[in-house]
Structures are given as structure tokens and as C-alpha cells.
Nanobody
Framework: QVQLVESGGGLVQAGDSLRLSCVASGRTGSTAALGWFRQAPGKEREFVAAIMRSGGSARYATSVKGRFTISRDNAKNTVYLQMNSLKPEDTAVYYC???????????????WGQGTQVTVSS
């Protein structure tokens, strides 16, 4: 089993920055890929960013590229999402996700955290 616990959400103003954290525990192979999704009210959950334990290129949704940065600390089993230049349309519940492969994570994610609310006021 895999457990994912997010933190760092909150209420900020447009243009502000926020950093989300997600601590992963459980089967190492199942957390090779870690990433973030988000779900805004009335919308479907959407992919935001993902990164592999081995490093390499991170993957981003077009809507956040250049503003968000994903990183991970393998020693702490933690993945971060640094969000800069936040916009009201970034308002959503942000979920941490894990999978063995990055393509699988982007497509469906295998494990999920409970989510953390990010609200950006205009």
C-alpha cells in the first residue's frame, strides 16, 4: 500500500506564490513517479505536473508551464510543487498522486492523497 499526505494549501492573492508538499510512504516501486493533479469546482480532475524518482525531465500541463515547478527529495520521500504567479483559475483542490511509471501516473494515477485546497483571490 501507498500513503500520500499533502500539505501547504491556503488562501493567497493573485500573483502570490505557494508551495505544496506531499510525503509518500509505502511500497517504493509504486512511488517511482510522483505528481500533482487538481480539481476545480464543477470540473474534472486534471493533471498538473509529474516527476520520476530517477530525475530526468519533469512533465507539466500547458496551463502551468513556466509558473509551477515540481521537485522531489528522495531521501525524504517528498514531492513539492512550487507555484508562482498564481491566478484565480488555479483555485482547486490539489491532489498528490503516485504510480510506478510516469506515463501511467499522467493517464490515471494509482494512489491518491486526500487533497489540499488552494484558493487564489483576484
Amino acid at each position: 500500500q501507498v500513503q500520500l499526505v499533502e500539505s501547504g494549501g491556503g488562501l493567497v492573492q493573485a500573483g502570490d506564490s505557494l508551495r505544496l508538499s506531499c510525503v509518500a510512504s509505502g511500497r517504493t516501486g509504486s512511488t517511482a513517479a510522483l505528481g500533482w493533479f487538481r480539481q476545480a469546482p464543477g470540473k474534472e480532475r486534471e493533471f498538473v505536473a509529474a516527476i520520476m524518482r530517477s530525475g530526468g525531465s519533469a512533465r507539466y500541463a500547458t496551463s502551468v508551464k513556466g509558473r509551477f515547478t515540481i521537485s522531489r527529495d528522495n531521501a525524504k520521500n517528498t514531492v513539492y510543487l512550487q507555484m508562482n504567479s498564481l491566478k484565480p483559475e488555479d483555485t482547486a483542490v490539489y491532489y498528490c498522486s503516485a504510480s510506478a511509471l510516469i506515463e501511467r501516473l499522467i493517464a490515471r494515477g494509482d494512489y491518491w492523497g486526500q487533497g489540499t485546497q488552494v484558493t487564489v483571490s483576484s
